[in-house]
């Protein structure tokens, strides 16, 4: 379904994504991991057309999609959740929603767009008052406004960059189940960046590693959490979370 | 149906009244409010989702200088006239707006290059002075007949008013249907974050561009509306810098998210500059924009939602905050 083939992306001089290849089969979860700055939100960026590729190729359903306007890209089928939720908070929690429903699925009608927005609400459980503000929500309720925004829109692939900062455990556990259901139900494709291990594991069929813009590591996640590499990577950054994985994995 | 009934009322009096109260005076005074509040409504269709424009003065002139122009050289009736004005601004529009939104400038550098716009046009109309007058101003011939449908001339000022009042009411229906269309949804969330309205499919440069070319043509109708009630224009009365932050005054100060907020702002600004021109005569020419310019400054500090804005939030206020409570002893 998406294939990308030596995706880079450098900022002046720097290399944030370094000739990084990999595909995504439909319906599949794909976990993206890495440390900080590794370069997992810079691939998503790419992809969704916020940034424009250095070099690569990235094919979506057999077409070319690298450096296309970011609506025609959600247009296309990929939807994609900020890392730091980017709420539209001068309307409600609803409007939120329709808006991308309306716009993200070629401007049908209104109504689809409510509908669909109730659909995507319902999925992520937050409730379709009319009058609910944005301001209300705290931040978890921000992530899943994030994630109602790019459903609506009928991905067939969704870019969710969880990295589930300022959440804890519970919360956690609560969007990894999330997003499984989320596949049950819809059957969409998804990617999953998280910067940490932890819950990520459970959920996703299939895991990649960056590291520094690299990819060092890919496969099921059992295999990745005892690949040396990986270990290193981090134990150097986060040795908690490793531990965490491991222990979870084993 | 009871909703309408207050507008109805309130329509048919304003349709009604120079039928029955016709001085002149007042009445011309009611035919410049309701332009002008035409023009304010047209700058605050965009200017409500932070398109800050200072180039409206330079659409206004456009209006105003293709109709009169037309009509003296070519003898181009201004029902022929004014669409080809609206098409000259909606062209100048795209023109500077496009690589604007295209390259991203907003907020002060977008009202910076719309500033220029204003400058532009006043230019123009100056250094062409052998056709338009030039800062002495122009006037468009007289029709033969007196009052004529095909000169768009009338002697007696209510006619005047009520074209002037059906422009209006077609200015605040424009703004209502903005208002409620999913443009305003695409509009409010750009203007609050591009990337996070483009990620949702929001085609942003497209939505910008049509609000822009809406009220610019808008506004050149004002332009070209205050040309054929006036008789006269000139580069400072429909053009240029100082009408262009006229327009932002206005409307900051009546409200710029409420419908009327605009009307509210021309009632105002046009009554201070009649009051001022009638107390200090010529003396007091400058004075207006001197108070208008302080005035700005105060307004956005301490009432940045305007006077009718500010007044609809505090009627709002105890009954949100009543609406509140029983959320509240719940939680
Ligand atoms: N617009 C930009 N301009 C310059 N440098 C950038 C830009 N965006 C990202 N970078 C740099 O590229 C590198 C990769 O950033 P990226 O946001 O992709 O990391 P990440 O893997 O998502 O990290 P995190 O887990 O913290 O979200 C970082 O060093 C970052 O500073
Ligand atoms: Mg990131």
Known sequence: MLAVTDLSKQFGGFTAVDRVSFTVGKGEILGLIGPNGSGKSTIFNMISGTLTPSGGAIAFEGREIGGLAPHRVTNRGIGRTFQIPRPFRRLSILDNVILAGFYGQGRHSKKAAQAAAEQALDLVGLPHDPHAKVDGLGAAGLKKLELAKALATAPKLLLADESLGGLDEHEMNQAADMLKRIRRETGITIIWVEHIMGVLMRVVDRVMVLDHGEKIAEGPPSHVARDPRVIEVYLGTDTQAADAAQTRIA | ?331
């Open chain 2, 1 to 331: 149906m009871k909703r309408w009934l207050p507008w109805t009322i309130a329509g048919a009096l304003l349709v009604a009244l120079p039928f029955v109260y016709n001085a002149p005076y007042p009445l011309h005074i009611m035919v410049v409010i309701l332009i002008w509040s035409f023009a304010y409504t047209s700058w605050s269709i965009m200017g409500r989702f932070g398109l800050v424009s200072l180039g409206h003065g330079g659409f206004m002139g456009i209006g105003a200088y293709v109709t009169a122009l037309l009509w003296n050289h070519a003898g181009m009736s201004p029902w022929l006239s004014i669409p080809m004005a609206l098409l000259a601004s909606a062209t100048i529009a795209i023109l500077v707006a496009y690589p604007c939104f295209r390259f991203r400038i907003t907020g002060h550098y977008f009202a910076l290059v719309t500033l220029a716009l204003s400058g532009i046009v006043l230019q123009v109309i100056t250094a062409t002075r052998d056709h338009t007058g030039g800062s002495l101003g122009y006037t468009p011939e007289r029709h033969q007949g007196g009052s004529s449908i095909y000169a768009l001339q009338f002697i007696d000022k209510e006619t005047w008013y009520l074209i002037a009042l059906g422009v209006w009411a077609a200015g605040i229906v424009i703004w209502y249907r903005v208002e409620r269309s999913m443009m305003r949804y695409a509009l409010e969330a750009i203007s609050e974050d591009e990337d996070a309205a483009a990620a949702a499919g929001v085609h942003v440069t497209w939505e910008k561009l049509k609000v822009t070319v809406l009220s610019a043509m808008m506004t050149a109708l004002a332009g070209a509306l205050y040309c054929q009630y006036q008789m006269f224009i000139s580069p400072d009365t429909v053009s240029g810098i100082s009408i262009s932050l006229q327009m932002v005054f206005a409307v900051v100060v009546g409200g710029i998210y409420v419908s009327l907020g605009p009307t509210i702002g021309a009632i105002i600004t046009i009554l201070l500059a009649e009051v001022l021109r009638i107390s200090f005569g010529t003396a007091a020419v400058g004075y207006d924009n001197l108070v208008y310019g302080v005035l700005l400054v105060l307004f956005i500090i301490f009432l940045p939602k305007g006077i009718l804005g500010g007044l609809m939030e505090a009627r709002a206020r105890p009954q949100a905050a009543t609406a509140a409570q029983p959320k509240a002893s719940r939680a």
